[in-house]
């Protein structure tokens, strides 16, 4: 433990800035992943399962601090595939990857295809399945989001104690902006396309990661991905505004009707 006093001096402030905003800037593809989830939430139960994500993402977040020790030799090397070394870590990055391809995947095909209203046809029991299910789906999501991001944050601070200080006050930060995020995601069918695009990216990295580590890392391949990110988010943005100076129906992501594929007897 470290004496209060340390916590005011510049050197530990400095990395509590560093790491709340790296802490942000990598959640943001966890906030995105949240939001497009919770929206197939009913309204009533999304403030809920975004409560819930906070709080386990807080909790998981300051348990892997106290277990730095062993996070550190999670990366040790467990076996090898083909010459390529495998640690717990990467474990869990390939899983994590392909669970958000798969994911990902899903949920394009749900919003093009058209999927029923689980929560409205289902009575209680379903829609309790369904909030059971979607926060199953952030929760696991945000280990693999978090996992990484504690191992990056291991050499940006000397102490846990400011470590926990920066995960909590990057967690509130994200809460707060994801209803935003969400309902701004939710208005505009392109952009909710695009952060699905997003999405299948960061799994593809994930898997790359979980594979070689070491070429992500020599190739700088996030920094290209992000801002590959970056600039297809600003060319949106550009298509939006011009748009909104010509009014137009927006494309509607759900699938047809079975009164419009059945030919009428």
Known sequence: MIAFQELLTADALISLLTLTVMEVVLGIDNVIFVSIV?????EEKRLKARRIWMFTGIAVRIVLLLC???????????????GNAISLRDLIMLAGGLFLLVKTTLEIHHKLEGEEDEAQQGGTKKAAATLANVV??????????????????????KHVEIMIIAVIIAM???????????????????????????LIMVGGILIIEGWNPEAVHD?????YVYFA????????????RVRKQKPAHPVELRGPKETDIEPKK
Do not use: C, W
Not at 38 to 42: A, K
Not at 177 to 187: C, D, L
Not at 219 to 223: D, P, Q, T
């Open 172 to 198: 509130f930060i994200m809460f707060s902006f994801a209803p935003r995020i969400s309902a701004f995601i939710h208005k505009h069918p392109t952009l909710k396309m695009l952060a699905l695009s997003f």
């Open 68 to 82: 730095i020790g062993y996070i550190i030799r999670a990366t040790q090397p467990l076996f090898s595939i083909f």
């Open 38 to 42: 919770m929206n197939r939430l009913p």
């Open 219 to 223: 190739l700088h391949l996030k920094n």
């Open 136 to 157: 199953g789906q952030i929760i696991l999501i945000d280990m693999v989001f978090s996992f990484d991001s504690i191992i990056t944050a291991v050499g940006l601070a």
């Open 229 to 240: 990110m970056a600039f297809s988010f600003i060319v949106e943005l550009l298509n939006m």
